[in-house]
């Protein structure tokens, strides 16, 4: 049975009608990623906020000089993340990065059921025990969870890296939860 096939709830404006800014964008995404994904496409409402998202994200997510995590730990706490919160769009989503950064289908498909059951290097499963409690018992993040971070070989920008990508999913997740915000058909197929 197919998802349904809105993007989200509320009406969004018509791609053509975007800043020609936007519109090169999305011409990249439809160029590197053979789409434009739907988060993208919920934010239109909001020229200046799409712009804010887009450059967190970008930041957040794909700079590797300023940021020690790979890329695929930024795409496993998306993931571990968004399991605690339930989030469809980005266990879709970044459950397909995990797959394709990672080689592994099994693994993106362990993430978003129970990332406990995946058989992870110590740094790893410090990492996502960590994004797990920050999403889950946040108030109970303490100086013993930084010092496990640390003793798995994490600085103190890392954490802070990490805790802000944390963060980020909780957000992303919440707006995807409150708009009903589906995720590309096309990520269900890739990398398996």
Known sequence: MPQPDHIVRIPLPDPDSLDDDMKKYFKVCEEKLGLVPYVLRAYTGNPEKLRNFINTYNTLMLDEETCNLSTLEREMIAVVVSSANRCYYCLVAHGQAVRELSG????????????????????????????????????????????????????????FDITDTVGFFNYTNRMAHGLDMMPNPDYHGKNR
Not at 114 to 120: F, K, P, Q, T, W
Not at 142 to 159: A, S
């Open 104 to 159: 592994d289908p099994q693994l993106g498909e362990m993430l978003v059921l129970n990332y406990r059951v995946a058989e992870l290097e110590p740094r790893q499963r410090a990492l996502l025990d960590y994004a797990w409690k920050l999403t889950k018992t946040p108030h109970e993040i303490g100086e013993e969870d930084r010092q496990v971070l640390r003793d798995g070989g994490f600085g103190d920008q890392d954490i």
